[in-house]
């Protein structure tokens, strides 16, 4: 397996045994790119794909995962949820700290929807992306990126976890 | 206005000013690079370029664009846009169909990989309209249109606004970028429904002679729709529902054409070798990262050098020959992750220990094609991924994924691999898969 591979399923099978839950593809693209927010570079290179940050590379990272038999994915929902296959000993390529890190992560996040994780994720990205890192631009970007879904406290709610990043607004 | 004579879409209607960039040389290059890398030595017919490509795909965004603005008035009532903008996006996408591909390298995709670290055709493609003629032709275009429809500079069309639209990574929080209009514009050139597609699956297959790309063009621009959610900020292109069966059978098209044509077995081999091939004759085996000398390279060039090339490799031998390898062994087009693969993997260890020891043992996987897997998503509006189908009773979106039994087995994606031996042992190389398999069904 490749580094980026290993940490990936690394990630999902966590995701399996702190939430409870197999992940669908979205929800592995927002956790893993608050991961990688908190100082993991996991070399997913993420942008708006349309309405929300997506990494094709992370994508292409699961799918290789499913055509090595590493990860299957249940077809049936509408999510595509992913799970690690019992057979596999999954060992990440990052240092115990930064798995420490991850597992922080997932622990965190684990009782978020996928609308509050949306959100989240947006804010941040507007963050990273505008020149001017103050409240109200963040909040203008967010806005233009998802028009009227979330309201002004909601978005300032959210902004409130980017002393977990490190981000100072 | 100048029309071209097209075999696939009949006469393409270009502006005079259009015409300009279709005739300076950084277009007409495009005459010289093959839509389809090798696939001629395959497909003798398949000696189509980008050129007749780019612009189909200028006359099929008009078509689009225009359907969809439409389809969406007689369903709501109401116009998207007023009649400036439409004209003013309109002239935009053309632009956009029209010089989408000139950055690609010769052989298209087939060379990509000699591009210096990190960079894409696209980059290319940016610097072309950017830095050479075609960034006045653009201008000019942006100028007239200001004229003509005695408008201000909130309607110029500038090099810089082209690719903010359709190629800048991450352009949603740029002052200039109008979300989600752009993002809708976007989409018809990028998308599972992209006029791209729409384009070369009918080219690909007129050329190759085969009919796998076919599908219903006239009933499915004829479909085309708008999904707009202002609450979520959303403007997509959809299909509507009675456009289904047409949306059914260019999702088809585009599996079999992966299968048959984009992946047929001997072109895959045959691209490798040519990309060696290229190799060899490029200065430090690497395309030029100057847009004026990357413009220099098209097919024709490349395919002198690798014959003037006295000092020829194995590979560009065998290329010029077309001498290539043999595939023993191919998984099946789904192949699952653990019983296909582990039988591929031991298939793959038997040939090593039994095979001749001088016979090369290749392997190929779908998911190292430049060309996009095809698989189905379900729509989502969060990602933006799929494509919403617009239904009568609500104004929810569905999917093509939801509403299409035929469709149901794609979403699971295309995982075939393949393993090649030298020509010479593929005899003894059959055998010994045939014996293993064998042996296999037995246990």
Known sequence: MKPMQSNVAFIIKNIQSISGDCPGKKTLQKLVFLIEQKGIDLGCEYGLHFYGPYSAVLDAAASSLDEEGIISFDYSGYSHRMSVNPDWDIKSE?????????????????????????????????????????????????????????SQDEINNVIQEFSYFNKEI | MYQFRDPIHGFIDVSDQELKIIDCPPFQRLRNIKQLATTYLVYHGAEHTRFGHSLGVMHLVSRAFRSSLENYKKNNGIELYDEITKAWYLQILRIIGLTHDLGHAPFSHASEALFDDGIEHEDFTKKIICETEIAGYIMDIGEEFQKNHNVGKEYDITPELIWLIYGKKNPELDPRYRMPDYKFLKSFMDSELDCDKMDYLLRDSYYCGVNYGKYDLNKLLASLNIYKNPKENIIQL????????????????????????????????????????????????????????????????????????????????????RRVMSCVYETRVHSDGISDIHLFNAIRRELKLKVDPNCDILEDKANKLAHKIPTLEYYDAASGKGIPIILEHTDKPSSIAAESILLQSLIKPINIKRIYVSKEYSMQAREIVYEFLQEEEEE
């Open chain 1, 94 to 150: 990052v240092s115990e700290d930064q798995e420490k890190t991850i597992s922080d992560v997932l622990t965190r996040y684990k009782d978020w929807n996928p609308s509050k994780l949306e959100l989240l994720t947006t804010a941040i990205y507007a963050y990273d992306n505008l020149q001017e890192k103050t409240r109200e631009s963040v909040i203008g970007g967010v806005k233009k990126i998802k028009g009227s879904k979330y």
């Open chain 2, 238 to 321: 959809a299909v509507e529902r009675g456009g289904i069966h047409a949306f059914e059978e260019f999702v088809i098209a585009r599996y079999f054409m992966f299968i048959q044509v984009y992946f047929h077995k001997t072109r895959r081999h045959l691209d490798r070798q040519l990309v060696e091939s290229i190799k060899e004759v490029l200065p430090n085996s690497k395309y030029p990262t100057e847009v004026d000398e990357y413009l220099k390279w098209d097919d024709d060039l490349i395919l002198d050098k690798i014959k003037e090339n006295t000092n020829l490799h194995e590979a560009s031998r065998h290329f010029i020959n």
